[in-house]
């Protein structure tokens, strides 16, 4: 849970920080200048992060079950 928590808080950040880069910047196809391009970088980091955090509670639940399913053939 905590995990997902965090994923969320990253994830609104990363919102609010694309939303004003973009205020700052227009809404470009593509970055004009070596600045959007590097702000538009860490948005797509941002969302990387945000997602695998969000994903580690999947692989633990995975585990868990597999643990069971084998205590189970036992």
């Known amino acids: 849970m905590k995990y997902i928590k965090l994923a969320q808080k990253i994830l609104w950040i990363n919102i609010i920080f694309f939303c004003l880069y973009n205020y700052c910047f227009g809404w470009n196809q593509s970055p004009l200048s070596e600045l959007e391009k590097t702000f ?16 580690i509670p999947l692989n633990e639940i995975y585990e868990d079950m597999v643990k069971k ?6």
């Open 69 to 74: 399913k084998d205590y189970d053939e036992k």
């Open 40 to 55: 538009d970088s860490i948005f797509k980091w941002g969302l990387f992060t945000s997602l695998f955090f969000y994903l």
